[in-house]
């Protein structure tokens, strides 16, 4: 059996190989290089990704911060707006409260007219006559406090002269101690007084300022 065997093994093969096996590539080098430049790639592809990403999340908050600064640049207009229109209303509403005030207390032109009538002026002649209210306003908002006084001028000529200054402290007591104005608390400025040798007359000047009664 032993002989047997060791003619087995001095046997040659049956096809001989001619391959130079130290000439063949180390497939092992191989494999590890091609994985490295895969490793690499993908590094590449994802940085490359990442950095898209955040120029794309940089852009869509630039987009955001534009659009939010339209929007306060819209919100501060119509703010302005808003505290424009408040302030247009806020004096609007002051005039027509001045001019509810004055329509409680108003005088008008024809009680005056009728109060001068009563007073028989013989020898007084009224050149001219004007009226007019005057409003003050004291303080601001709904704390303000106007009020209303009114203003009566009259020009005229006194003809008697000697007598002008009887005749003319007359026609203003009259005028105050009237049942309309007496109220009012006339005050007398008188502006201007005028003796007219010539003519013998006297011409004056002067106004009243009325003060309505306090509201009770």
Known sequence: MATKKVKEDLHPAWRPSFVNEAALPDTKVVRTNFLYNFG?????????????FNEFRIQVAKQAV????QEVDRLHTTHLRGVRQSTEFRKESEKLQQVA?????SLSRSELLVVLAEQGLEDIVLNSFSFRPIVATTGRGRSAKRTI????VFDGTILDRDRAVEL?????????DSELLAPYQPRWTQDS????????????TGRF???PPAKS
């Open 209 to 211: 300022l009325l003060t």
């Open 101 to 105: 005030d004055f329509s409680q207390d």
């Open 168 to 176: 003319l402290e007359e026609f203003r007591s009259s005028i105050a």
């Open 149 to 152: 006084t009114y203003e009566l």
């Open 40 to 52: 690499a790639i993908a590094l590449l592809v994802c940085l490359l990704s990442f950095a898209v």
């Open 193 to 204: 007084f005028n003796r007219n040798v010539a003519t013998n007359t006297s011409t004056f």
């Open 66 to 69: 534009a659009s939010n600064q």
